[in-house]
């Protein structure tokens, strides 16, 4: 074991072994970005698929538009619907390419967030957390959504803090470029704007700022000022108009799903999922998020994926500040957290896709991370460098066997699942990816369900969309009293499915 101390860093602890001269620090860049660009090729092969099956929540909440008048959400569907119209180009086409194309940038813009890191053990976790890259490649139905819009945003602008070449105006012209977009495009960001103001504290500071100094909030408020402005104009607009059924309808023609833009057509389409959703009412959505929290143990379900994503976070926190580094943005990175944790708070309530508001958290919290969490100097004292620790950082696992470290790295970041939804069944990890994918062949939202009736007749149906607090399926088989019916149309009071079990009472 060696002991070196840099100038301005805490003493940074190396260890001999065979496990830490194999991963010199640029065979780690280079296993990590082997790593990132297979996560990008699973998720572009997965947005494919998606686009393939025309899958009515990950094409379908792109394709929102304004057909129907102004409404939330509706920015980029009313941007590929105008392309289609000028091309001719299938709109289901143009969407997969558009997703596509912005997961590419961002995937090309992390990896410059690589170089120059302070990589420990907590970090690496993060990076390989199944909440954060890996998420959309263990939820196929969550590979492509509307989120990569604030990860690109925040990627830039760390890379734009690093490079220290933009200038202040041109940080502010960005952000009031990007903020009214990203609530146009999805008002539940608005939860997460907090994060960007990290990296406008950092380039306030400037590279040459003593490291415990306060930032310069005059010089961060100058530059955020605008964009908070245009972007709390953008969310007042858009929460003023959150769609109805008759604007769902009108956007359900315009795309060409369903029977004359009815929203309750052909089981699958492109109109029984984000779309559909826009005829509920805040009332509605909430009561048929607070069903599915209760029918499928939302409050059992999640606990254990949330602490194992929390878990290398806390380390990291923890780490800055019992060394005492650079106190002043980790204040300001403990700030942003907590305000974004408590704005995203109703988010939790209005909709039932938990793991998709944890992994934004996470995956912003990786970059920013990638930000902050950077020492020249560290790097140049250690030449062996896969896991640099401080053991005032990291305590217990700064004193683990560096075989141990590593087993348990690649434990943590294989062996769980972030639920997207509740309402699936829980995975392990990559060990039941197979599994989910064999499932996962056909069209996704076209599934199998068992339901009861206080008669205690029994239903097996499948295809299920969501249209104002009801279920409509496409096709049942009724046994009451063990004689079978076919073909009956069913809404299910219940709204939710969970395969094989149960559900509260329906109507027929």
């Not at 990008?40 to 025309?54: E, K, Y």
């Not at 939790?348 to 970059?367: N, S, Y």
């Not at 007749?457 to 496409?474: A, F, I, K």
Request: a positive charge.
């Amino acid at each position: 074991m060696r002991l070196r101390a840099g100038a301005e860093e805490p003493a940074i602890i190396t260890v001999d072994s065979p496990v830490l001269t194999a991963f010199s620090t640029a065979r780690l860049r280079l296993l990590l970005t082997i790593y990132i660009v297979a996560v990008a090729f699973v998720t572009v092969a997965f947005a494919l698929l998606n686009a393939r099956l025309a899958h009515p929540w990950v094409i379908g909440e792109w394709l929102i538009n304004y057909s129907g008048g102004f409404l939330r959400r509706g920015l980029l569907g009313e941007l590929l619907l105008l392309a289609h119209r000028g091309t001719g180009l299938p709109l289901v086409g143009l969407t997969a390419a558009l997703q596509v194309g912005l997961y590419g940038l961002f995937y090309a813009s992390l990896l410059p967030l690589l170089r120059g890191v302070r990589w420990s053990l907590p970090l690496l976790a993060l990076l390989l957390s199944p909440a954060t890259l890996a998420f959309t490649v263990l939820d196929p139905p969550t590979s492509v959504r509307k989120e990569i819009l604030l990860f690109i945003t925040l990627s830039l602008l760390a890379n734009a803090v690093v490079s220290k070449r933009p200038r202040p105006w041109q940080l502010g012209l960005g952000l009031s470029i990007a903020g009214p977009v990203l609530l146009l495009t999805h008002e539940g960001l608005a939860a997460f704007l907090p994060y960007l103001s990290v990296p406008v504290v950092l380039y306030s500071r400037g590279s040459s700022a003593p490291a415990n100094k306060p930032p310069p909030a005059y010089a961060s408020v100058r530059i955020v000022a605008v964009p908070l402005l245009l972007s709390a104009l953008a969310l007042a607009a858009v929460l003023s108009h959150p769609g109805g059924r008759e604007q769902a309808q009108a956007v359900c023609r315009s795309v060409g799903g369903g029977d004359g833009g009815q929203l309750g057509g052909p089981p699958g389409g492109l109109c029984h999922g984000a779309i559909a959703y826009l005829a509920l009412t805040p009332a509605q959505a909430r009561a048929e998020t607070l069903r599915a929290i209760r029918f499928y143990s939302y409050r059992t379900r999640y606990p254990l994926p949330i602490l194992l994503m929390a878990l290398p976070i806390c380390l990291l926190f923890a780490g800055r500040i019992r060394a005492h580094r650079d106190l002043a943005v980790t204040r300001a990175l403990l700030l942003a957290t907590t305000v974004a944790l408590v704005l995203s708070l109703p988010l939790f309530v209005v909709a039932r896709d938990w793991g998709r508001w944890i992994e934004i958290h996470a995956t912003c919290l990786l970059l920013l991370f990638l930000l902050v969490e950077r020492s020249p100097e560290a790097l140049a004292n250690t030449t062996g460098g896969l896991l640099t620790e401080d053991k005032r950082d990291y305590g217990f696992f700064a004193g683990l066997p560096r075989l141990w470290q590593v087993t348990l790295l690649a434990l943590y970041g294989t062996c769980w699942t972030l639920p997207a939804v509740g309402i699936f069944p829980g995975r392990l990890g990559y060990f039941d990816l197979v599994r989910y994918l064999h499932s996962y062949r056909s069209k996704p939202h076209l599934s199998t369900a068992a339901f009861s009736r206080p008669g205690g007749d029994s239903v097996r149906t499948r295809s299920v969309c969501c249209l104002n607090g009801t279920m409509q399926l496409e096709r049942a088989d009724l046994r009451p009293n063990g004689i079978s019916r076919e073909g009956n149309a069913i809404e299910v009071s219940a709204g939710f499915m969970k395969a094989g079990t149960h559900a509260p009472p329906f109507r027929i």
